[in-house]
């Protein structure tokens, strides 16, 4: 467990670090009109490919091979898709998912 | 100086209110999570005020619990917000020419500001960048307040919240889900998806952000003639 001085130092290069991959593009390219053709195309399909990232980011530690398989996070997606598609409600799939998920990690596997 | 800023906050909030819900609950469960390794709801305030980065101070909570290494941790900080560098490209023509607040709007950008600023215009006799503005504070103001309600809330609670951060894997779903729907070529998603799968295998859990990014610009460089004609 760091002291308080270590954990305000590791605050603020997480702080940093952050503040890095959010101001490098600007950095590089100070006036949009001069970025060429092909930085305006990434920035376009870039978006929907970073969730995408993001969705196996959150899947990255499931083991196949060892009990339970991944099978709540399988079963808690599957519920969220659904009632995602079906309600459209951002709140209610976030909430129901969650709580199908930590009943199937608390009280089934 | 900015001009009307109420008004454009009153024309903001009704495009941040699924994220004021889903903010004040990912920053309830974050605030829980923080308070149960022994962190005040003032060390919470702090992490959301300078860091204002979800997926990143759910993975800084282990390191600031386990040993001190802070090299470890900026590249992890890198590596976790890599994607913003992808946000950033996006939001180059965007962001320009509005001036003082253009450090702020940049700070500011995470997946949720970043997802509304690109695709909600605001009413025509709203400024621009008041309006951006606006979005950022108030996203950053419920990310903020949900994290200090986790945080007094988390030591009362008495039911075992194990399994609450599943709130942000269910998140990143529904925004993933969200962005198939509004678009017909699929291609991007699937070749996120793709690199993603992909770099996981190949370079395991810990270290596959960086390789898979790679992986994604390599595709997007090679099929750009064909993604692009499918974009018109």
Same mark, same amino acid.
């Given at each position: ?36 053709? /092909?930085?305006? /195309? ?68 | ?13 009704? !495009?941040? *209110? ?5 903010? *004040?609950?990912? @920053?309830? %469960?974050?605030? *829980?999570?923080?308070?149960? +390794? ?7 305030? =702090? ?35 890599? +994607? !913003? ?19 702020? =709007? ?22 621009? +960048? ?19 309600? @986790? ?12 399994? *609450? ?20 070529? !699929? %291609?991007?998603? =699937? ?13 395991? %859990? ?5 390789? %898979?990014?790679? =992986? ?17």
């Amino acid at each position: 467990m760091p002291t308080i001085t270590q954990a305000l130092i590791l605050i603020a290069i997480l702080s940093l670090g952050t503040a890095i991959t959010r101001f490098l593009p600007f950095v590089f390219f100070p006036n949009a009109e001069s970025a060429p053709p /092909y930085v305006h /195309y990434l920035g376009k399909m870039l978006p929907t490919a970073a969730i995408s990232l993001l969705v196996v980011y959150c899947f990255r530690e499931i083991e196949l091979t060892a009990a339970p398989h991944g099978l709540p996070e399988v079963i808690a997606i599957a519920a969220v898709a659904a009632l995602h598609i079906w309600k459209k409600n951002t709140l209610l799939s976030i909430a129901a998912g969650t709580v199908v998920y930590m009943g199937l990690v608390q009280f089934v596997f | 100086m900015i001009k009307n800023l109420p008004k454009a906050f009153k024309a903001a909030f009704p !495009h941040t *209110i699924p994220v004021l819900t889903g903010f *004040i609950f990912l @920053g309830i %469960a974050y605030g *829980i999570l923080m308070s149960g +390794r022994g962190f005040g709801w003032y060390w919470i305030l =702090l992490t959301s005020v300078v860091v204002f980065a979800g997926a990143l101070q759910f993975v800084g909570i282990s390191l600031l619990t386990s040993v001190f290494d802070p090299l470890y941790a900026f590249l992890i900080a890198i590596s976790v917000n890599a +994607r !913003h560098l992808f946000y950033g490209i996006s939001m180059l023509e965007k962001f320009s020419g509005t001036g003082k607040i253009k450090p702020y =709007l940049i700070f500011g950008m995470c997946d949720e500001t970043f997802s509304i600023l690109c695709s909600t215009e605001p009413p025509e006799n709203v400024d621009k +960048r008041a309006f951006m503005f606006a979005v950022t504070a108030l996203h950053q103001s419920y990310w903020v307040v949900g994290g200090v309600i @986790g945080g007094l809330i988390g030591p009362l609670l008495t039911f075992d919240t194990y399994g *609450i951060d599943f709130v942000m894997t269910a998140f990143f779903v529904v925004i993933f889900i969200n962005k198939w729907r509004a678009s017909k070529n !699929h %291609a991007p998603a =699937l070749i996120g998806l793709g690199a993603a799968t992909a770099g996981v295998l190949v370079f395991g %859990a810990d270290n596959f952000i960086i390789p %898979a990014m790679i =992986l994604i610009i390599v595709c997007l460089t090679v099929f750009r003639k064909q993604l692009a004609k499918g974009e018109e």
